[in-house]
């Protein structure tokens, strides 16, 4: 089956990610074209979400997807193999490719990576600068403003990182994906090369006081709210529009 992975160059590893995921789809007996008045589709295995993701970039469809990692884990970008490969086997760190630019990201179980797919027009609605302004907004009001930065598309907490974000065009839809540190993954930075370049110490929002999951909740509320897709969502687990895999 051909997708839209098939065109890229230099995505001979993603496109296996891709029919990995039908895979996993088939298994449940579903297809991704069964997502198609889906908005907020949560998932445990970022594979499941490729062939979703992929049609909703053929279709031009809107999509958000909420990725909750299970383990230690490292997505490898499109610019380049920045993964310390013998590290990860040894220490049993799941690779994972991705079809976004940047290079690679080490994330682990409570940490997470938000994926937002939208059609390539002007006056869309600006889903970085939005959850942005949500991370801004939860950190303690005891860290000094002078204390924040956010250097290119990270966001620093006293010169650690919180998170990072990446944006990237395919076929006329935009993929704009954020990470946020959820728990301290400073164990496996190791898990990255040295082409990364200088490797940042990071700090989580369970570091900061803040609780992972109700600020997932939280994000996933109000970006469904300022999106003004109510009707394609629904809190209740079997009822509506919302998917997890």
Not at 5 to 25: P, W
Not at 201 to 230: A, C, D, K, Q, W
Request: aromatic share 8%; net charge positive; glycine share 8%.
């Amino acid at each position: 089956m051909k997708s839209i992975f098939d065109k890229l160059k230099g995505t001979k590893n993603v496109l296996k990610s891709y029919r990995e995921g039908l895979e996993l789809l088939e298994a449940q007996s579903i297809e991704a074209k069964d997502f198609d008045d889906t908005f907020v589709i949560e998932s445990k295995d970022i594979k499941w979400s490729f062939p979703i993701v992929a049609r909703a970039i053929k279709k031009r469809q809107t999509k958000l997807i909420v990725y909750e990692p299970q383990g230690p884990e490292v997505f490898c970008g499109m610019q380049g193999d920045y993964v310390n490969r013998e590290y990860c086997e040894k220490n049993g760190i799941a690779i994972t490719p991705f079809p976004t630019q940047g290079g690679a990201l080490v994330c682990d179980k409570g940490d997470l990576l938000l994926v937002f797919i939208h059609p390539a027009r002007s006056g869309e609605f600006k889903f970085l600068d939005h959850v942005k302004s949500l991370i801004l907004q939860s950190l303690p009001s005891s860290i000094p403003i002078e204390e924040i930065t956010m250097p290119g598309n990270d966001i620093l907490v006293q010169g650690k990182k919180l998170s990072g974000s990446t944006t990237t065009v395919r076929h006329g839809s935009i993929i704009e994906s954020i990470f946020i540190n959820g728990v301290n993954s400073q164990k496996h930075l190791e898990a990255v090369g040295h082409k990364a370049g200088k490797l940042r110490e990071v700090i989580s929002l369970t570091e900061l006081g803040r609780n992972p999951e109700e600020f997932r909740t939280m994000l996933i509320e109000l970006t469904v709210e300022s999106y003004g897709l109510h009707n394609h969502y629904k809190k209740e687990k079997g009822k509506g529009k919302n998917r997890k895999g």
